[in-house]
């Protein structure tokens, strides 16, 4: 007899529901809405082979993504989040992208609001 994961189990329920919705061969559109994830972030995961897809050629509406693909997409990004990670400069060419902005030491310089200065609180 085979022995039964419930948290696989529930896992395997939780994204049989949440692809329930879509249609077999789901469009970019709503593996991006499936998965909650950006439309560039969708549009780099089809492009690079991460998650297997049919390219039809259209300009629109080109991608043919099966829901069994989607499915061990959700689970190995469960496992392996930093596997779908988009490279580094993948979301440059937005027109309002700031680069970050780093300190003298390298370290990523916070934004601090007026309740957070550096300065000492001013004595009265």
């Given at each position: 007899m085979k022995k039964v994961n419930p948290v696989q189990d529930?896992?395997?329920?939780?994204?049989?529901?949440?692809?329930?919705?879509?249609?077999?061969?789901?469009?970019?559109?709503g593996f991006r809405k499936a998965c909650r994830i950006g439309t560039r972030t969708s549009i780099y995961l089809l492009q690079s082979g991460l998650v297997p897809c049919e390219n039809t050629g259209k300009q629109t509406r080109c991608y043919k993504i099966a829901k069994s693909d989607v499915a061990a997409y959700l689970r190995r990004r469960l496992a392996e989040?930093?596997?779908?990670?988009?490279?580094?400069?993948?979301?440059?060419?937005?027109?309002?992208?700031?680069?970050?902005?780093?300190?003298?030491?390298?370290?990523?310089?916070?934004?601090?609001?007026?309740?957070?200065?550096l300065l000492p609180p001013a004595r009265l």
């Amino acid at each position: 007899m085979k022995k039964v994961n419930p948290v696989q189990d529930a896992l395997e329920r939780e994204i049989q529901d949440l692809l329930a919705p879509y249609p077999d061969p789901m469009g970019r559109t709503g593996f991006r809405k499936a998965c909650r994830i950006g439309t560039r972030t969708s549009i780099y995961l089809l492009q690079s082979g991460l998650v297997p897809c049919e390219n039809t050629g259209k300009q629109t509406r080109c991608y043919k993504i099966a829901k069994s693909d989607v499915a061990a997409y959700l689970r190995r990004r469960l496992a392996e989040p930093v596997y779908y990670t988009p490279p580094s400069g993948w979301y440059k060419n937005y027109p309002n992208h700031k680069p970050p902005a780093f300190g003298l030491n390298g370290a990523p310089l916070v934004h601090r609001g007026p309740a957070q200065s550096l300065l000492p609180p001013a004595r009265l």
